[in-house]
């Protein structure tokens, strides 16, 4: 048992900080450098990709090397990347995708050229994902389905050129067969976007509704029917994705600078014992979360699975950073309240505010707290 | 980075979880708790034949060289099976002590009789007055020309009464709170103005208040510095956490897989308890605590390992989560029992009573995590 870098990793680790001291866009041109920094990653080797397997261009990193590289990336603050398209889709089109379909699709998804928004959710279909109804019925002259039904909760469907979409196509037997995995273009006739404004007031939800969208049969993945069977993979891995550790590491830092520049009585509100506990307890907390992480990354390097643990990230992950939120939100004190383009008050208020309401989410997308925790009781604990 | 267990480790731990399933069932450690001594010499020396108390020293001290991840393994196991010999007193923490600091005089008359099993010691170093405060020493070490008189109580002093040696932290310099001016004595546990009140403790094991009145002790009997004695005293209580913390993981799996088990094949309702979602969500986050315990048990372990600066913050973290989730483990484990959870009939209620110990011991909650903040 121990838990040093081999030599060989912490090479891999100083590689990988030299990568970014030298290619990350400084200040500025943080949005104007990104397509360079894409690129950099690119020619370095597939670093663009870092899950992506190596025959479909990825670097072929070993799980220690994906969990530094990661860290790397979370402690630098590079560009974000927007999961739907190269963290979501991707595999699903790799494993079960058509080669045409892998060699029209990826590409787009690779460069960033095509945004792509995921069709999953819909009124009657949260977390019970798979009682959707959204129906798809094949063509007289079998050459296209036809589509109708409505989704929600679709993020970024505004700024999406595709969607992949779950739907119905038959009805028979249990509600998790007979559902079917399309993509279509969000310019296709007979599809409506319509923003939904969440409590931190953003728009980057909507409703999109769906009325005789004609879908060509090519654009379907894999078998009629089988599509719960790809996106369950899909959800997985979203989850695991989820839990967002080294970002919480990053935010729970923050949350104590921005406490120590609040003034309070003879010192700062970090030496308030009441807070300070609170910040306490959460960094116990996520110290044993971020070594739940490598125990998980530790058994897989092993060549094993996961492990019971991995079950716990998303659930324990997103409720950390929710209590971040909270801290952020309690050191504001009186200025959480203002509104709008004003910011009165400690810098930090306005975005404390922004991230407790949004954060909100994080314990209801990609499989409920609740959810998760069926999940847990059935498959760990077998009950 | 390798978190699995070595080959040897492995063997290792089937052996300890073999001597167990074989020797320690709940009637078995209720015969042990309510003997003389509180615990089995017989066991004791299975102990010593297996190898198990030489295996934090070093090959040179006579040991396995084995490190705190190897009695993390053990005292996971002992935490399962609820074991009740002086492990902790005599290996973890007056062991640690001496692989440390001792002359070696020291070593050669006590680790080595440790190690062969012929030597049983105890730390003395609560007071009254300190709470959980351990430079908060009264019990002073006077000067008597060339020897030392010992007077003061030093409270819970764990299986004192079977102690051949008594480690004692005192005063000889300074003031009441200083942590300069603490000197350790090791003592003879039959030495003459010592006297005991030997007690059972609330989880099966024993203890007791011992009053020292002008016990003469000569300048040899030091361990480490005179008068610089703190560093090892907190030292003793790294290792004391990291060992019992390793104990109450073991505690929390065997209350959670036990009342997974339990709801199972209770019926209400006209249904197995485990139907309820609301027993299920419990026992998941059950799951969890444990789970994550662990996670920080084997942390904080390995940076003691290491050797690193960062391996004091983590220990006190341990000690913090290993509170909070045995509480909530261990109250849940007794919920949802139901009554039959508040019988001394199942184990439950032994790894309940001992979980609330272990966080009392060496600092609880509050006091761990008030120091964590500060660091």
Known sequence: ?383 | MDLSLSEEQTLFQNSVQKFIADNYDLSTRRTLCASDEGFSRENWKQFAELGWLAIPFSEEDGGFGGSPADTMILMEEFGKGLVVEPYLATVVMVGTALARAGTPEQKAEILGGIIEGNILATFAYAEEQAHHELHNVVTSAGKDGDVYLINGTKSIVLNAQSADKILVSTRTNGNDRDTDGITLFLVDGDAEGISRQDYPTVDGLRASEVTFKDVRVSPENILGEPDHGYEMVEKISDHAILALSAEAVGAMEVLYTDTIAYTKQREQFGHPLSDFQVLKHRMTEMFMEHSLSKSLCMKATMLECQGSDEAKRAIHALKVLIGKSSRFVSQNAVQLHGGMGMTEELAIAHYFKRLAIIDSQFGNVDHHLTKFVDI
């Open chain 1, 1 to 383: 048992m121990d838990t040093e870098f081999s030599q060989e990793d912490l090479e891999f680790q100083k590689e990988v900080q030299d990568f970014i001291e030298e290619n990350l866009p400084k200040g500025g041109d943080m949005w104007s450098g990104r397509s360079n920094w894409f690129q950099a990653l690119k020619e370095k080797g597939g670093w663009d990709v870092p899950k992506w397997p190596v025959e479909f261009g990825g670097p072929g990193f070993t799980p220690t090397q994906r969990y530094i590289f990661d860290l790397e990336m979370a402690n630098h603050n590079t560009p974000m990347v927007l999961p739907f398209g190269i963290s979501m889709l991707a595999p699903i089109l790799m494993n079960y995708g058509s080669k045409e379909q892998q060699e029209r699709f990826l590409p787009g998804i690779r460069d960033h050229s095509v945004n792509w928004c995921q069709g999953y959710s819909e009124p009657g279909a949260g977390s019970d994902l798979a009682s959707l109804t959204t129906k798809a019925v094949l063509s007289e002259d079998a050459k296209d389905y036809i589509v109708n039904g409505q989704k929600t909760w679709t993020t970024l469907a505004q700024m999406a050129q595709w969607m992949f979409c779950l739907t119905r196509t038959s009805s028979d037997g249990p509600k998790q067969e007979g559902i079917t995995f399309l993509l279509f273009k969000m310019d296709t006739p007979g599809v409506e976007v319509k923003p939904i404004v969440t409590l931190g007031g953003s728009q980057t939800v909507n409703d999109v509704y769906l009325t005789d969208v004609k879908v060509p049969v090519e654009n379907r993945v894999g078998e009629e029917g089988k599509g719960w069977t790809y996106a369950k993979g899909l959800l997985t891995h979203e989850r695991t994705g989820l839990a967002g550790i080294m970002n919480s590491v990053l935010a729970l830092e923050s949350a104590k600078e921005n406490a120590r520049s609040v003034k309070v009585a003879d010192g700062t509100l970090m030496d308030v014992p009441a807070f300070k506990n609170k910040v306490g307890e959460l960094e116990v907390e996520l110290m044993a979360l971020e070594f739940t992480e490598l125990r998980t990354l530790a058994s897989v390097s092993a060549g094993g699975s996961p492990g019971q643990e991995s079950s716990i990230l998303k659930l324990k992950g997103t409720e950390i950073q929710q209590r971040i939120s909270q801290l952020n939100l309690e050191a504001s004190g009186i200025f959480a309240a203002p509104w709008g383009r004003v910011n009165p008050g400690p810098r930090f208020s306005r975005g404390a505010m922004n991230g407790y309401l949004s954060g909100r989410a994080n314990t209801i997308y990609g499989g409920a707290s609740e959810v998760q925790k069926d999940v847990i009781s059935k498959n760990v604990l077998e009950l």
